[in-house]
């Protein structure tokens, strides 16, 4: 794809087959290849898309590929926190996007820019075991992809010999089920404040 005719073709054609049978209210008077063509357009030697002026084809690329820096999991997370309380990502920084965007594509493409900065200014650091694979990042793509498979398979299917506390897990959040089970401090806390509970209408002490 070497020209914004090329990926708006591309663009269009995707959105075609993810909507080969939209639902009713998505009907419109308009195609979408009106749309894109009226909206990304080249505009002083850049290229305005919706609004958002970017300086060249590549970094159109770059931004519609990594940006937001989420996967559809985690921005589905991120998207409902938004409406329960205030947001902030402190250490997006504009300048980090601007540095992104003038990384060369040799080095964008081979994906582990922050592994081999770590070797090259913390060496030490870098010699550590990744608790995902138990291989210290330091070593090549292929051996920490392989100790990554390795250390799955182990702890879904071979037993430890010092199992881990009950309330730990692989996850991003400890058990807490199991937590508050094995634990007095919750039950504790809800006798401290039994006066309080019992004159609250909308709770039951004895449940």
């Given at each position: 794809m070497n020209s914004l005719a090329d990926i708006l073709e591309y663009w269009i054609?995707?959105?075609?087959?993810?909507?080969?049978?939209?639902?009713?209210?998505l009907t419109t008077?308009?195609?979408?290849?009106?749309?894109?063509?009226?909206?990304?357009?080249?505009?002083d030697g850049k290229?305005?898309?919706?609004?958002i002026r970017y300086d060249s084809l590549?970094?159109?690329?770059?931004?519609?590929?990594?940006?937001?820096?989420?996967?559809?999991?985690?921005?589905?997370?991120?998207?409902?926190?938004?409406?329960?309380c205030p947001s902030h990502v402190p250490f997006l920084d504009n300048r980090l996007v601007d540095l992104h965007l003038r990384i060369p594509k040799k080095y964008r493409l081979r994906r582990d820019l922050i592994n081999r900065a770590v070797q090259r200014l913390a060496p030490e650091l870098a010699a550590i075991p990744h608790?995902?694979?138990d291989v210290p990042i330091a070593r090549s793509y292929p051996v920490q992809y392989l100790g990554r498979q390795v250390a799955s398979f182990r702890r879904k299917h071979l037993p430890r010999h010092q199992p881990?506390?009950?309330h730990l897990n692989q996850d991003s959040w400890r058990d807490h089920a199991r937590f508050v089970r094995h634990e007095?401090?919750?039950?504790?806390?809800?006798?401290?404040?039994?006066?309080?509970?019992?004159?609250?209408?909308?709770?039951?002490?004895?449940?």
């Open positions: 054609s995707s959105a075609g087959t993810a909507l080969a049978s939209p639902p009713e209210y008077s308009h195609d979408l290849h009106e749309i894109l063509s009226a909206n990304v357009v080249r505009d290229i305005d898309h919706h609004g590549d970094d159109l690329l770059v931004c519609s590929t990594y940006y937001p820096l989420s996967n559809d999991s985690e921005l589905i997370n991120l998207r409902s926190l938004r409406q329960l608790p995902s694979s881990p506390k009950y007095d401090f919750v039950i504790d806390a809800i006798r401290k404040h039994e006066p309080t509970i019992r004159a609250l209408p909308f709770l039951d002490w004895e449940g």
